[in-house]
């Protein structure tokens, strides 16, 4: 269980102040090594002609777009530079040039952060009851194909599937409920910049053939999707990670509802966002190269309170899979529960020997 006495102000003492402040300098240098290296696989996919070269290459390009996107990330927070036009500026780059419309992802993100763990207002793989859990939640969630249409599908609209609408909560569109009017001149700037790496996109396609563009930009746009979209699923959701509702909810109980996974050689690759996401979420604003101090300062304060899985993360995909449906009424808290007979969680509080409270 998590201290009470516990508080964001304690764990803020402990961590080193310069994991606070962003340096602008070397935020731009890891989107420069993300750029060269995407550069570097293009020019090597261009001179080879057998598939087990091109496949491979193919997914460090997707693997590298969504390093783009964690360093973007930091944008969004406030985490690449002190200055906020600096932010917005690269946002508005990384994102457009994988196609994410900026402002909107930075406010549905902004809400995920406000209510993790949220059993009714979470933003992400929002959780139901049994009798919720109708044939298309099935068909996503056990098959695992939300993994590779569940981004397309959040930014059209689809934000959760308890309850949605897929026009108002479109990320692309002015009558969202993610438009605020303070940010409306970068809203329309972001999505300008984005249909023209769009029309870019297209121009290639229709220039040098649709065989081109699938090698060359859609695999690579659906394996960041689903590096995105699995990489978010299994930070959030496991048989050991608590939900709460309204009445036991707080924000750093819902900071705390999630799990650092080991991705293996991609936890480096990757800016560390799967394997230390704990931190980011109680403090959204340290650099993703400030992650791991952060984390190592705060991990004996945090006790129990803290969750991670130190299996290569399909095996515990699987396990989610098998093991993650629906949830139920616990010990101040929602549990979650596999509609499978054979599968049965035992909670945050009995613990299977893959994930572990420091």
Request: charged letters at 20%.
């Amino acid at each position: 269980m998590i201290d009470p006495d516990l508080s964001e102000a304690k764990l803020r003492a402990l961590i080193p102040e310069r994991c606070f402040k962003p340096t602008v300098g070397r935020s731009l240098a890891y989107l420069v090594f993300d750029l060269a290296l995407i550069a570097a696989c293009y020019i090597a996919l261009a001179n080879v002609s057998a598939w087990y070269f091109e496949w491979p290459l193919i997914f460090m390009v997707g693997t590298l777009c969504w390093s783009v996107f964690v360093v973007g990330h930091d944008a969004g927070h406030g985490g690449f530079s002190k200055n906020r036009t600096i932010n917005t500026i690269v946002g508005i780059l990384t994102h457009s040039a994988i196609l994410v419309p900026y402002r909107g992802w930075q406010r549905s993100h902004a809400l995920h952060h406000m209510k993790t763990g949220h059993f009714r207002e979470e933003e992400v793989f929002r959780p139901c009851r049994a009798e919720e859990d109708r044939l298309f939640r099935k068909i996503l969630f056990r098959s695992g194909i939300f993994v590779l249409i569940g981004w397309p599908m959040y930014k059209l609209g689809f934000r959760n599937l308890t309850t949605y609408d897929p026009v108002k909560g479109s990320h692309y569109l002015p009558v969202s409920d993610l438009y605020t009017k303070s940010v409306r001149a970068s809203w329309y700037i972001g999505l300008a910049v984005l249909a023209a790496f769009l029309s870019l996109y297209i121009w290639l396609g229709m220039n040098y053939g649709w065989g081109f563009f699938a090698k060359y930009i859609l695999a690579p746009y659906l394996i960041y999707g689903a590096w995105l979209t699995f990489v978010t699923y299994m930070q959030h959701v496991s048989p050991e990670v608590p939900v709460y509702d309204y009445g036991d909810w707080t924000r750093l109980k819902g900071s705390l509802a999630s799990v650092d996974r080991n991705y293996g050689p991609f936890n480096w690759l990757t800016h560390n966002i799967g394997n230390l996401h704990v931190i980011h979420h109680i403090y959204p604003t340290i650099p993703h190269y400030r992650l791991q101090e952060a984390s190592d300062a705060v991990r004996g304060a945090l006790g129990a309170g803290y969750l991670k899985s130190n299996r290569f993360v399909l095996f515990d995909f699987a396990r989610t899979l098998i093991g993650c449906h629906y949830v139920e009424r616990g010990d101040g808290m929602e549990v979650y529960k596999s509609a499978y007979g054979f599968a049965k969680n035992r909670g945050r509080n009995g613990q299977p020997e893959d994930v572990t409270s420091d």
